[in-house]
């Protein structure tokens, strides 16, 4: 079949795209799938060893400890985001003084290296000279200083903490976009029918925010789940792995205990629980909504 002229540069087009996808995508994941049915070790090739590496980790602590700390820190920090994400959004969709640099401000916290901020953290963190410790003595809320690091539900939620101080201007700004698309009309419409701004916000503002909030939910999930500088700069998943998440410790098991094939199967472990939950959510967004 002889391609036209409009389809070769389609092709062509496309081509240097999924080369890219191919070479630093589906290879580092193919190997990793091997690497997870083998034994092998840093420097060693291993054996087939089948779902052994799988069975190992549900016999380890430290992994049953992690997953529910993917739990936690999956329902927590997406639930704060998405809360205080929309209440940021109608604040700065009310901002009529320098609205272009106010929202550049906002992001400021997205686009800042994540491993410089992470240590600023850690510093406020650090229990002889945290400035939030020093804050809350002087408003008389504490007499000793919180060892925010060094005990496991404080670590929690100091990582939590620098987590949607980070991810919050995202949802920010791309709920501000899907507010700034909502046709005026419609609230004075509600307003001539005498509605509240609650009954606005909760028949108007948020159905049309749906597909936005769809879209973001499911990228901050994947982002969520698969951190891994946060946790590493700010407690290295500890104390008593109490703070680790899937990258953490597959990166501890597999490059620094030297367990590549166990910290492989780590690593791949809620792959398919992803999977199915981005298929779900992109079938159900194209299902209820035209873009």
Not at 82 to 88: A, D, M, S, Y
Not at 97 to 112: E, G, K, S
Not at 137 to 153: A, C, D, M, Q, V
Not at 166 to 188: D, H, S, T
Request: charged letters at 10%.
């Amino acid at each position: 079949m002889k391609l036209k002229n409009e389809e070769r540069a389609a092709y062509a087009m496309v081509g240097p795209a999924l080369l890219c996808l191919l070479i630093f995508v589906m290879y580092p994941m193919c190997l990793a799938v091997y690497l997870s049915l083998t034994n092998s070790t840093v420097g060693r090739t291993g054996s087939f060893v089948g779902i052994d590496n799988f069975v190992w980790l549900f016999k380890t602590r430290s992994f049953r400890t992690t997953l529910c700390n993917v739990g936690i820190y999956l329902a927590v920090a997406v639930s704060l985001k998405t809360v205080l994400g929309i209440l940021l959004a109608l604040l700065l969709n009310r901002v009529s003084i320098c609205p272009r640099l106010v929202r550049a401000l906002i992001l400021l916290p997205w686009v800042a290296p994540i491993a410089l901020t992470t240590l600023a953290w850690r510093w406020l963190f650090d229990p002889r000279y945290s400035s939030i410790n020093w804050a809350l003595r002087s408003l008389g809320l504490i007499e000793t200083n919180i060892p925010w690091l060094s005990f496991p539900t404080f670590a929690r939620v100091a990582v939590i903490t620098v987590n949607v101080w980070r991810g919050l201007p995202f949802f920010a700004v791309n709920f501000l976009a899907g507010l700034k698309g909502i046709p005026q009309e419609l609230y004075e419409a509600a307003k001539v029918d005498g509605a509240g701004p609650f009954a606005q916000f909760r028949y108007i503002t948020l159905p049309s925010l749906a597909p936005v909030l769809a879209i973001v939910l499911l990228f901050s999930t994947v982002m969520t789940i698969s951190d891994f500088p946060i946790v590493f700069v700010l407690t290295r998943g500890g104390p008593i792995d109490t703070t680790h998440l899937l990258a953490t410790l597959a990166y501890q098991v597999g490059l620094t205990g030297g367990f590549i094939g166990r910290g492989a199967a780590i690593s791949l472990f809620l792959a398919p629980v992803l999977f199915v939950v981005v298929f779900l959510l992109l079938k159900l967004t194209r299902e209820r909504w035209t873009w």
